[in-house]
């Protein structure tokens, strides 16, 4: 499909041991995207396109051959309560989150990453569990003006949460967050507060190989406190 221009509304279907994706969803402005299953794919279980005020939301994608769940960029909207396990490759996968959320989402034992995002820009990271995964639990190229809180990543075989640039402001938030028995680092962030202030407070790390919390750089404003 093309772009569809309209509010698209897939939910409760099942696709299973096909030669592609599962499912090929098209870019849409304000899509539903619910309750859905893909299990044995040879491609991804769900590639969906752009989304804007939208719903992704209590799908499972298990067992397929390119990765679970592949969405494009977010515009605004959730991403919630999603399960994959088992994929090769990467669990959950969003290009980009402007203004939208994931929260209560559940990665585990996929090949990849966990939870994969290059670029949040004002969103959301809440109450994920990303857990013996291959590669990271949650991995975040750039995290700006965002906040990931509460979320658990136990056991997977590089960093517990990956962050390469964090920064922000008043919301440029780390905040509640656990990483255990990990292969390498605990909470790997490469550069905070370049621009104002990064706040990371309450996390946990114990039993990582490597560092609990690996920083590599501090900027003005940026504050550790509570771990």
Known sequence: F??????????????????GNGFT???DPSSFFTGNSADSNAGYGMDIGDIVNAVISTNTATNNGLGGILIGTM???QITG??????????????AINNGSMSNNTSTGNTGHGIYTPSINAGFYDNNVASQNSGDGISIDTLTFGQ??????????????FIGTFTGSII????????????????????????NSGNITNNNATNNPGFGFNILGTG????????
């Open 2 to 19: 093309g772009t569809f221009n309209g509010s698209l509304r897939v939910t409760n279907n099942t696709s299973d041991q096909n030669g």
């Open 25 to 27: 969803v098209p870019d």
């Open 75 to 77: 515009n605004v909207g």
């Open 82 to 95: 999603n399960t994959t396990t088992g994929n090769t490759g990467i669990g959950l996968e969003v290009g």
């Open 148 to 161: 990931l809180r509460n979320n658990v990543t136990d056991m997977n075989g590089d960093d517990g949460i």
């Open 172 to 195: 440029g938030e780390l905040d509640g967050n656990s990483a255990d028995a990990n292969g390498e680092d605990g909470f790997d962030i490469g550069s905070v507060g370049l621009w």
């Open 220 to 227: 003005g404003g940026s504050s550790t406190t509570g771990n």
